[in-house]
T-cell receptor, first 113, second 114 residues
Framework: DQQVKQNSPSLSVQEGRISILNCDYT??????FLWYKKYPAEGPTFLIS?????DKNEDGRFTVFLNKSAKHLSLHIVPSQPGDSAVYFC????????????FGKGTRLHILP | EAQVTQNPRYLITVTGKKLTVTCSQN?????MSWYRQDPGLGLRQIYY???????DKGDVPEGYKVSRKEKRNFPLILESPSPNQTSLYFC?????????????FGPGTRLTVT
């Protein structure tokens, strides 16, 4: 049972345009959400997070939106840059219940010149 | 430099031969975790630890053991490795709750079990 779903295995976006990566979750206990970025041959790096008490969190070019009623979150990257080409993982945890973290399968983002 | 180190980085072994992958962090982090990454399956959490002598199962703990005797170290033990444990393993740490926030990952250990 996949609790965190990233339904797009890959996404291609023109440099300078907006990249939107989507993530859906099924467990209503999740109350904290995170995005990680991973380059080949490296460990993932933390990008941005959002608590369920918010619906938006912004950090520079990166914004995460949370729609609790739809159990959906999205990561917006504006403007997209070549260095953004990577695999992006969505993750969720239920901090009031335990300290487990559930990751999605990832979306590979290609930024086209 | 703040970092999470893992050793070895690459390991080829045979079925049933016990092995340990070490993980160490120099950031005095409370939370440490092990993940495996497999094609088409993303990252899956194996075990995690909130502090010394406190460990708990993640999503895929079968076939693995961990220990947390010191805050900085969190070794992953495969008592009897099998081919389905061939994977890329990552250790990670963060400073506490909410867990996952600002989690630092090691460079990965690629394990092949024949």
């Amino acid at each position: 049972d996949q609790q965190v779903k990233q339904n797009s295995p890959s996404l291609s976006v023109q440099e300078g345009r907006i990249s939107i990566l989507n993530c859906d979750y099924t467990n209503s206990m999740f109350d904290y959400f995170l995005w990680y970025k991973k380059y080949p041959a490296e460990g993932p790096t933390f990008l941005i997070s959002i608590s369920s008490i918010k619906d938006k969190n912004e950090d520079g070019r990166f914004t995460v939106f949370l729609n609790k009623s739809a159990k959906h979150l999205s990561l917006h990257i504006v403007p997209s840059q070549p260095g953004d080409s990577a695999v992006y993982f969505c993750a969720a945890s239920a901090v009031r219940r335990d300290d487990k973290i559930i990751f999605g399968k990832g979306t590979r983002l290609h930024i086209l010149p | 430099e703040a970092q999470v180190t893992q050793n070895p980085r690459y390991l080829i072994t045979v079925t049933g031969k016990k092995l340990t992958v070490t993980c160490s962090q120099n950031m005095n982090h409370e939370y440490m975790s092990w993940y495996r990454q497999d094609p088409g399956l993303g990252l899956r959490q194996i075990y995690y630890s909130m502090n010394v002598e406190v460990t708990d199962k993640g999503d895929v703990p079968e076939g693995y053991k961990v220990s947390r005797k010191e805050k900085r170290n969190f070794p992953l033990i495969l008592e009897s490795p099998s081919p389905n444990q061939t994977s890329l393993y990552f250790c990670a740490s963060s400073s506490g709750r909410p867990v996952g926030d600002e989690q630092y990952f090691g460079p990965g250990t690629r394990l092949t079990v024949t």
